[in-house]
């Protein structure tokens, strides 16, 4: 670590992680709920459940880019971060309304939160995955605008590298793109379309940004090859990504009244998105082969192929795979999307901040690198998170086939809840890998515990 | 010619920047689909395109081929003048190309009048959805190449490019030539292949 305020990326590493394991906690309890209609009710309905589950995957992924910021720009910018004392603040300020927030899910029913956090003055709830109430959306940009000054400041005042600039790009176009979340205008064609704006612009627009110049940032670090080389690439990929997946936003646009032309260019151009993707792993591979430098923190360096690997099938291949109209007008909102939804999540965004958080967390206590002890049992929990991702992802591939099959593609289709109890082996299947998961997630924590001989930093 | 554009002494290189070559790659691709998209939604309405592609105006998607080839052709000419040091025809080879690349465009905005005056756009038909959507694609793709063209015409200006250095020239001129070729392809298959 080489400016002292880099620390306070610290904080939010920490809670990110615990929010990861709420995560992981409660898609564990909806995953049993898909089998068990009845298990935690009525004190943990599905609805909220699935609520936690998702939020609490956005939060800690901001928390992480946040953190991940707060450590990178310092570095690239060569100077102290702008003011410390906002990054802690913003710190407490975001964990407890993401808590209270969390609360407020659990302990209320929604209609209720909605009427007690003033709704109805600036009606913004509702809507799936930012159901936050308005209090907590304005908490979140108040906080997103202060993290933004607190970054930019130290961007201008530093050395300026094209990895900090396709970072703040990325996390202010972030920012920017939420506040569609804010607009909830009647017209169901209209509310779809702003609420995609956020959605897809962020996940397949402005995220792309943060995750190519975090894994440049990391790769610079571990492989020790020129820069000038690295930050080509992440132009390439970059461009690519931008273009193909704003464009590809048609790809949203099928099915919700808007002009038929979306069908072929949300096909067309959304069918290209993999090609980012796929140049991320190839860059990814082609730097650490060419590294000038072996770099004590070899987990690092799997977790950063890794995200290449995981971020082309999740996100690439799996969304090619029902991107295309005529193949979407049958698997539209079933299985298949959460397939995608969850190797996506894990391979890019999931797998970028774990990437930040093995670089950056040794250097921040102190070290280089962990103890070779410490890296083995976090390769252990790498492994376990990934292969069980990958098994997750392939029982909810079988079991959205089988869900078009017999619900949409059948010449006697079944209705919705008669197909979920034909699939249910396979929501059990998958049920099965989450614990798997988990288990990696815990191994993963107490790879933090365990001691041996480190390197010094 | 083909001699003066490569030295034989040379050994065989990329002409350009490597990044650029990805970008035409990923262009490319992306036009071959819309193509690919076109062919075969043609071949199952042959009879309805044939019919829709009747009210195109093949003169102006002419012009607009020609103009596109000769400013490729001045392009060419002015990488040659610059790598040879004669910065003056270079400059002057290059605002032509650039001022090709303006005509292509004023051209291209005198024929989408004419369809709008007519009520077509792309909900009219699927012949004019694919028509509307390659062509303006395309066109997008001409006004980037047209800003690249005129940065490089500023560049050479500045006496950034001679033998000492073509490599963000030849880069640029990729990118033109690519232009320049997706469109040869666009032209026959939308406005002339019945």
Same mark, same amino acid.
């Given at each position: 670590m080489k400016y002292t305020s880099q620390a306070v990326a610290k904080p939010y590493f920490i809670a990110a992680m615990g929010l990861f394991v709420a995560q992981v906690l409660f898609g564990l309890i909806m995953g049993l709920q898909y089998v068990i209609g009845d298990f935690l009710f009525p004190h943990i309905p599905f609805n909220v459940a699935r609520m936690v589950h998702t939020n609490a995957l956005i939060v800690w992924l901001l928390m992480g880019f946040m953190g991940s910021a707060y450590y990178l720009v310092p570095e690239e910018a060569e100077t102290e971060l702008h003011s410390p004392k906002l990054a802690l603040i913003l710190f407490w300020v975001f964990l407890i309304a993401a808590a209270l927030t969390v609360i407020g899910y659990l302990a209320v029913p929604y209609a209720t939160l909605a009427r007690i956090t003033g709704n109805d003055l600036l009606p913004t709830m509702g809507r799936e995955f930012l159901e936050q109430p308005t209090i907590t959306k304005i908490g979140i940009v108040i906080v997103a605008l202060g993290f933004l000054y607190n970054i930019s400041m130290t961007f201008l005042k530093g050395k300026k590298t094209a990895i900090t600039s396709v970072l703040l790009l990325g996390l202010w176009g972030l920012?920017?793109?939420?506040?569609?979340?804010?607009?909830?205008?009647?017209?169901?064609?209209?509310?779809?379309?702003? &609420?995609?704006?956020?959605?897809?612009?962020?996940?397949?627009?402005?995220?792309? !940004? *943060?995750?190519?110049? !975090?894994?440049?940032?990391?790769?610079?670090?571990?492989?020790?090859?020129?820069?000038? +080389? *690295?930050?080509?690439?992440?132009? +390439? *990929?970059?461009?690519?990504?931008?273009?193909?997946?704003?464009?590809?936003?048609?790809?949203?646009?099928?099915?919700?009244?808007?002009?038929?032309? &979306?069908?072929? &260019?949300?096909? *067309?151009?959304?069918?290209?998105?993999? +090609?980012?993707?796929?140049?991320?792993?190839?860059?990814?591979?082609?730097?650490?082969?060419?590294?000038?430098?072996?770099?004590?923190?070899?987990?690092?360096?799997?977790?950063?192929? $890794?995200? $290449? +690997?995981?971020?082309?099938?999740?996100?690439?291949?799996? $969304?090619?795979?029902?991107? !295309?109209?005529?193949?979407?007008?049958?698997t539209h909102g079933t299985q298949i999307t959460a397939a995608h939804g969850h190797m996506a999540f894990y391979g890019a965004y999931v797998m970028v901040v774990i990437t930040m958080i093995s670089y950056a967390m040794p250097l921040m206590r102190g070290r280089a690198a962990n103890s070779n002890k410490a890296q083995v049992v976090e390769m252990w929990g790498f492994w376990l998170m990934t292969v069980s991702m990958v098994f997750i992802t392939l029982f909810l591939t079988a079991a959205g086939i089988l869900q078009v099959w017999l619900q949409r593609v059948s010449e006697t289709p079944m209705s919705f809840m008669a197909t979920q109890d034909q699939i249910a082996l396979f929501y059990w299947m998958r049920e099965v890998s989450g614990v798997i998961f988990l288990i990696g997630l815990v191994v993963y924590l107490i790879s933090f515990f365990v001691k041996g001989e480190e390197q010094a930093a | 010619m083909t001699a003066a554009l490569s030295d034989p002494g040379e050994p065989p290189r990329l002409r350009g920047d490597l990044a650029i070559w990805v970008f035409i790659l990923a262009e490319l691709l992306a036009f071959g689909v819309f193509f690919a998209a076109y062919a075969v939604t043609r071949a199952y309405n042959v009879e309805a395109f044939n019919t829709a592609q009747a009210g195109l105006d093949r003169n102006i998607g002419a012009i607009n081929t020609l103009l596109l080839i000769s400013g490729s052709w001045c392009v060419v000419r002015a990488v040659q003048a610059a790598r040879a040091d004669r910065q003056t025809p270079a400059m002057r080879w290059m605002g032509v190309a650039l001022l090709c690349g303006l005509g292509f465009l004023v051209a291209k905005v005198f024929e989408y009048q004419a369809k709008f005056a007519l009520g077509l756009t792309m909900d009219s038909d699927t012949f004019h959805m694919f028509y509307f959507s390659l062509t303006f694609f395309h066109f997008m793709h001409v006004v980037l190449g047209v800003c690249i063209l005129a940065i490089l015409l500023f560049k050479l200006g500045r006496g950034a490019y001679g033998s000492h250095d073509v490599h963000g020239l030849e880069t640029g001129a990729a990118y033109w030539h690519m232009v320049d070729l997706a469109w040869i392809v666009l032209f026959p298959l939308v406005y002339v292949m019945r």
């Open positions: 920012a920017i793109f939420f506040l569609f979340s804010f607009y909830n205008p009647h017209n169901l064609v209209r509310d779809k379309f702003y &609420w995609w704006w956020v959605v897809h612009l962020w996940v397949e627009g402005v995220w792309e !940004l *943060i995750l190519g110049a !975090l894994l440049a940032f990391v790769l610079i670090k571990v492989t020790g090859v020129d820069r000038e +080389v *690295i930050e080509k690439w992440l132009y +390439v *990929i970059v461009t690519l990504a931008l273009v193909t997946g704003m464009i590809g936003t048609g790809h949203h646009y099928f099915w919700i009244g808007a002009p038929e032309f &979306w069908h072929w &260019w949300g096909s *067309i151009f959304s069918a290209l998105e993999p +090609v980012p993707f796929f140049a991320m792993t190839l860059f990814a591979f082609n730097m650490v082969n060419r590294r000038r430098r072996e770099h004590p923190n070899r987990a690092a360096t799997l977790w950063a192929l $890794g995200t $290449g +690997v995981m971020a082309f099938l999740g996100a690439g291949v799996w $969304g090619f795979m029902h991107t !295309l109209a005529p193949v979407n007008y049958y | -």
